[in-house]
């Protein structure tokens, strides 16, 4: 993500407004299944046993 340039003569402005307790409950658990997601996605199985080469 990149910075946004101004245009000429146009001015942004942001409107920060408090969330409320409902939002913020919302919010925390949707992180926390990404969070849970992204754990399952990373998580690797080991194998236990090698196999054995015969020469």
Known sequence: MGLI???KN???TVLDKPWTDEELKEFS???KLRKEQQNKILTRTT???RKKVVS
């Open 5 to 7: 340039r101004e245009p």
């Open 10 to 12: 146009i001015d942004f």
């Open 29 to 31: 658990a949707f992180i």
């Open 47 to 49: 194998t236990s046993t």
